[in-house]
């Protein structure tokens, strides 16, 4: 019998240490920076350093790494919280922290949060009421807004015009628009009569005034519309226009299932914090003035 052993090969695939940390463009979207995609044609075009470099797709970051993009630091925070609230738009506001024409926007009543930031989930053009959903989680809004995810939007409109079920037909089958075919996924009559007829109307995009447009390539127009549905989100009956509710853990879960996200804690947690909330809220109400109740069309039933 030989003594001679035999070498032992390592397994170079078994042995190679897992990468750490978080890839770039995932981390940087987590603060609503935008979305993965174009993360990384940012970083493609060079406008993204790491620690003074500049960054290559792929490349990965820890904690206390550096990051800027286009020269400005980027103060990454860890996965905390997961918040989000629920807004009752009134018409005449505009979906833009800041307007150059002094209109009043939808983040001047919304409470203020220290070291985090309200994302938009979403938008609604300034003659558009109802739900708007805001988060500080930057990777669950890019989620719910992309059109990959399919997300169900739903609409009470008031159509002016006939409405024949020929142009019903056309919405459902698809029309041509400016921007590309668009459609309804469902159509709700509320069972009332005359030049003036509500409807429940989904959509699974967000793009600009789409329902609007889809009605007027039917030679109808839209004299009210509002949001009462985002995902698996209705707008509560009781909240006012102008007003705001922080969403439970349940109906956070609920929205981060939908987009395939791991669950994580709903905040915020303390009593105090609820408090402290709420009386911005009510500060805010107080010197804001001009909100009125939400609407919802008698008899109106809600697609499903």
Partial sequence: ?????????????????????????????????????????????????????????????????????????????????????????????????????????VFDRLPKIAGERWIAIGRLDINTSGLLLFTTDGELANRLMHPSHQIEREYAVRVFGEVTQQKVKNLFDGVELEDGPARFTDIVDSANEGINRWFHVCILEGRNREVRRLWESQDLSVSRLKRVRYGSTIIPDHLRQGRWVELEQADVDALADLVELPRVAAGPKTREDRQRTERQQRKRQNVKTGGRRGVRPVGARRAR
């Fill in 1 to 105: 019998m030989s003594n001679i052993e035999t070498p032992v090969v390592e397994d170079t695939a078994t042995s190679a240490a897992a990468p750490t940390g978080e890839r770039l463009q995932k981390a940087l979207a987590r603060q609503g920076l935008g979305s993965r995609r174009q993360i990384e044609a940012w970083i493609a075009e060079g406008r993204i350093h790491v620690n003074g470099e500049k960054a290559t797709l792929g490349i990965r970051i820890q904690s206390g790494d550096q990051v800027a993009l286009d020269g400005r630091t980027v103060h990454l925070k860890e996965q905390g919280n997961r918040r989000v609230i629920a807004y009752n738009k009134p018409e005449g506001e505009v979906c833009t922290r800041t307007d150059p024409e002094g209109r009043p926007t």
